[in-house]
C-alpha cells in the first residue's frame, strides 16, 4: 500500500467526526505534543499508560500554536497532523483529533479540555498524559485551577528519574487544588523529535526512530532539511 493510499485511511480514521464517539468509552488518555515529528518513544508511552491505567482510548492531539514554543521554528499544523495519523493508524486504541489544528490562535490545554468535556458525558474520566518534567511546571499553565478539577493527570517518568521533586510538587497541588496526579515509569528510549530533526537535516539516518510511514512522508514533502 502507497503512503497516498495510507494518508487517506488514516484521514478517514482521525476525521474529526471520530470526536462525537467519544461518549462510548468510559475512560479516556489525552496524549498531546507538537509531534514534530511524532516517534516511537511517543507511541510507546502511550501503549504503555492505556495498557497500565486499562484506558479504553488515546486521543493524540497535535498542537496548533502552543505558548512555549516559537511558532517560526515548528512545522506547519498540516504535517505535523498527517504524521501523527500515520504512526497511529496500525493501532485500533489509538485516535487523532484536529481539536487544537483546527483552533484560531494561541491553543491552551484548557480550553481543550473543556471542548472535550462540553462533548463528554459527565461520566467519562479524562486523563491527560505528560512528562514528568511538565508537572513540574504546570503551576504556570492556563487556569490550572479549573483544568486540574476537569481532568485527571498522568505523569510519565522514565527509570532512575529522581522522584523526590515531583512528588513534592505533586503534593502541593494535592493540597492546594484536590488534584488527580498519577505517576507511571515507562520504557526508556532516548529519543527526541529535536534530535529527530537535527539527523535529518545532517543527512543521517533516522530507521526505527520514528515509524516508516512517518519518515516516508518526511523524505516526501522535504521536511526538515
Known amino acids: 500500500m502507497n503512503i497516498d493510499t495510507l494518508i487517506e485511511l488514516a484521514s478517514k480514521k482521525g476525521s474529526k467526526e471520530k470526536i462525537i464517539e467519544y461518549n462510548n468509552f468510559k475512560r479516556i488518555g489525552i496524549m498531546g505534543g507538537t509531534f514534530d515529528p ?5 507511541l510507546v508511552i502511550a501503549e504503555e499508560i492505556r495498557n497500565e491505567f486499562k484506558l479504553d482510548k488515546i486521543i493524540f492531539i497535535p498542537a496548533g ?30 485516535e487523532v483529533s484536529a481539536i487544537e489544528v483546527e483552533r484560531k490562535g494561541v491553543t491552551y490545554t484548557i480550553d481543550t479540555i473543556k471542548t472535550l468535556r462540553e462533548i ?16 513540574l511546571e504546570l503551576h504556570t499553565w492556563k487556569n490550572v485551577k ?17 522522584m523526590i521533586n515531583l512528588k513534592k510538587k505533586i503534593q502541593e497541588m494535592n493540597d492546594k487544588y484536590g ?31 520514528l515509524p516508516e510511514m512517518v519518515e516516508k512522508y518526511i523524505h516526501k514533502n522535504n521536511l526538515y532539511r
Do not use: W
Request: with cysteine; glycine share 4%.
Open 38 to 42: 511524532i516517534h516511537i518513544g511517543h
Open 65 to 94: 500554536n502552543p505558548p512555549h514554543k516559537d511558532n517560526k521554528k515548528i512545522t506547519p499544523a498540516k504535517h505535523r497532523y498527517i504524521m501523527t495519523l500515520l504512526a497511529t493508524i496500525s493501532n485500533p486504541y489509538f
Open 120 to 135: 463528554c458525558s459527565n461520566d467519562v474520566e479524562i486523563y491527560f498524559i505528560t512528562g514528568a518534567d511538565s508537572i
Open 146 to 162: 479549573e483544568l486540574l478539577k476537569l481532568c485527571n493527570f498522568i505523569a510519565a517518568t522514565r527509570p532512575g528519574f529522581e
Open 179 to 209: 488534584a488527580n496526579i498519577y505517576t507511571t515509569i515507562v520504557t526508556a528510549l532516548q529519543i527526541s523529535s529535536t534530535d529527530i530533526r537535527t539527523r535529518i537535516k545532517e543527512g543521517r539516518t533516522v530507521k526505527y526512530l
